[in-house]
DNA sequence: CCTACCGATCGGTAGG
DNA sequence: CCTACCGATCGGTAGG
């Protein structure tokens, strides 16, 4: 692949990328945390100096917006996908959390800094990414309550079981190994099970191998 | 009350105290993490300037370093006593379950520090932590290899198993409110049911309330 | 407990 | 993409 265009007073096209430069925030944000990653060492993940950053983004703060937004919006664009056109409200449940641990699992990284730098973001990203934080909690827990109100779920706060089965999952983040003996796949389905488990839903078919 | 002693060359007791400094520092920690929290800021907290602070600490990590080896040590000497004793592996799951949780629901600010700050602790503390949470993890872990062995549990991987019932727990100090409805030990109760769920086992009397 | 001050480092800009 | 440099802020010390 050769450089595509050569347009005057533009410059020639470098290795370095913006994605390559989000890639190496990704990474740094994900290990020691926003406060914790200087400009400088994003930097020389990439090979240049931190003046040249800015050549493709615009500040340290739109590193972390791109990340907590996109990330925030995939986990309400995934959610809205795995339950679309499911009625047994065990089959929404378990597809609701699958969906979410898997992603945990995928994009451990992403998550991390979601979870822990959120409040480093400013206005206005923070608050929109608080609304559909709180969007997909209310979702998942309406589940939750329809299958309590039908005699499916046995349970006696579903603001308690929301949150346990919704951090449960989030949780993936902190000790998934990639190179552990379990695919994302598999913890994810676990997970399901787990879930439906826990909210005292009579298995589904297939689901508990010894 | 009145000052204690006034042995020569002391200096008259203040109003601020190295408790009152470690408190500010737990609240600002936990809520900006340690990176994100200036010592200026701590200062500020309980009315002095920054270089008043080392009267009562030897630096920034010190306060740190308090905060999690304490915490880290306590749920490991909560488990022992939560645990011991008791030959019935349900039970021993919920006691240590219960344990665990209500920590986090009353030491909210503790417990978000050492997950979200251990990475910035300095040898050889860093590592003494590490060892202390894996031999809690181990311990909890061997109760639910223990509960599937005898078949009292159903649970395909006690890993798995193991990592859930113990973030789900964690993650409590995320959510908890300790003005909302529930109190601690309301809380705390409700994920025993959960974790003895979570693993298959049959319910222990009086823990399933509609 | 304070003021004054230290060197180091931060995110970011100027200018090429 | 770079060097040179900015003001602000950091944790911490000197000295009283």
């Given at each position: 692949?050769?450089?595509?265009?050569s347009?005057?007073?533009?410059?020639?096209?470098?290795?370095?990328?913006?994605?390559?430069?989000?890639e190496?925030?990704?990474?740094?944000?994900?290990?020691?945390?926003y406060?914790?990653?200087?400009?400088?060492?994003?930097a020389?993940?990439?090979?240049?100096?931190?003046?040249?950053?800015?050549?493709?983004?615009?500040?340290k703060?739109?590193?972390?917006?791109?990340i907590?937004?996109?990330?925030?919006?995939?986990?309400?664009?995934?959610?809205q996908?795995?339950?679309?056109?499911?009625?047994?409200?065990?089959?929404?449940?378990?597809?609701?959390?699958?969906?979410?641990?898997?992603?945990?699992?995928?994009h451990?990284?992403?998550?991390?800094?979601?979870?822990?730098?959120?409040?480093?973001?400013?206005?206005?990203?923070?608050?929109?990414?608080?609304?559909?934080?709180?969007?997909?909690?209310?979702?998942?827990?309406?589940?939750?309550?329809?299958?309590?109100?039908?005699?499916?779920?046995?349970?006696?706060?579903p603001f308690?079981?929301?949150?346990a089965?919704?951090?449960?999952?989030v949780?993936?983040?902190?000790?998934?190994?990639?190179?552990?003996?379990?695919?994302?796949?598999q913890?994810a389905?676990?997970?399901?099970?787990?879930?439906?488990?826990?909210?005292?839903?009579?298995?589904?078919?297939?689901?508990?191998?010894?």
């Amino acid at each position: 692949m050769t450089s595509p265009t050569s347009s005057p007073g533009s410059p020639p096209r470098d290795r370095v990328t913006e994605h390559l430069v989000r890639e190496a925030a990704l990474t740094l944000f994900a290990q020691r945390g926003y406060h914790g990653t200087a400009l400088r060492d994003i930097a020389a993940e990439v090979g240049i100096r931190t003046p040249s950053l800015y050549n493709h983004i615009e500040s340290k703060q739109d590193l972390l917006r791109g990340i907590v937004l996109t990330t925030t919006e995939q986990v309400w664009s995934d959610f809205q996908a795995a339950v679309a056109g499911v009625n047994d409200v065990r089959e929404r449940l378990r597809r609701a959390v699958v969906t979410y641990a898997l992603r945990h699992a995928v994009h451990r990284r992403e998550a991390l800094i979601v979870n822990r730098d959120v409040e480093s973001l400013e206005e206005p990203a923070r608050s929109q990414v608080m609304a559909l934080r709180r969007q997909h909690e209310r979702a998942v827990r309406e589940i939750i309550v329809e299958g309590a109100g039908a005699g499916v779920f046995g349970v006696s706060d579903p603001f308690l079981a929301s949150f346990a089965i919704l951090e449960m999952c989030v949780s993936v983040a902190r000790w998934f190994d990639p190179a552990g003996p379990l695919s994302p796949e598999q913890v994810a389905a676990e997970h399901g099970v787990f879930a439906l488990r826990l909210v005292g839903a009579p298995a589904l078919p297939g689901t508990n191998r010894p």
